[in-house]
């Protein structure tokens, strides 16, 4: 078995959906994603922290095991518990799928065949990331 875990700190931001247009001066087909310079910044540190955590390790080969919690940020004055507020856990495991595929972590996010994300409160935000396969270190 292969594991590998790291935290990631900062507010997660979540990935949209990205939506195709046709540049009107140049013709050309581009790509606009949802999320803007903030998404890019925590993708980017996704990346950092995955690849520093891999210690120069290769990527998993195989099903992929991925259990991801996000601490966001308590407010003052909680309604419930749990945190049933925006940004949706969905939205945010996208951009945690696809820092990690840019590290190196797997080839491709359908390698994860089991996925399992919380949203909890917290003082300090941030997203604790779990990888694990059944392959052989």
């Known amino acids: 078995m292969r594991s590998l875990t790291f935290d990631v700190y900062g507010d997660a931001v979540p990935q949209g959906s990205k939506r195709a247009i046709v540049n009107r001066h140049t013709g050309k087909p581009a790509v606009i994603e949802s999320g803007g310079a903030r998404l890019r910044t925590w993708r980017s540190d996704v990346v950092a922290?995955?690849?520093?955590?891999?210690?120069?390790?290769?990527?998993?080969?195989?099903?992929?095991?991925?259990?991801?919690?996000?601490?966001?940020?308590?407010?003052?004055?909680?309604?419930?518990?749990?945190p049933i507020v925006r940004p949706d856990a969905d939205k945010m495991v996208r951009a945690i799928l696809?820092?990690?595929q840019a590290a190196g972590v797997f080839h491709d996010d359908a390698q994860v065949t089991d996925l399992s994300v919380k949203k909890r409160y917290a003082d300090q935000p941030r997203a604790y990331v779990a990888v694990s396969t059944e392959e052989d270190a």
């Not at 210690?55 to 004055?77: A, C, D, S």
């Open 49 to 82: 922290v995955a690849r520093e955590a891999m210690n120069g390790g290769g990527p998993f080969e195989g099903p992929v095991t991925l259990f991801v919690v996000f601490h966001i940020r308590r407010p003052k004055r909680p309604k419930n518990e749990l």
């Open 98 to 100: 696809d820092a990690l």
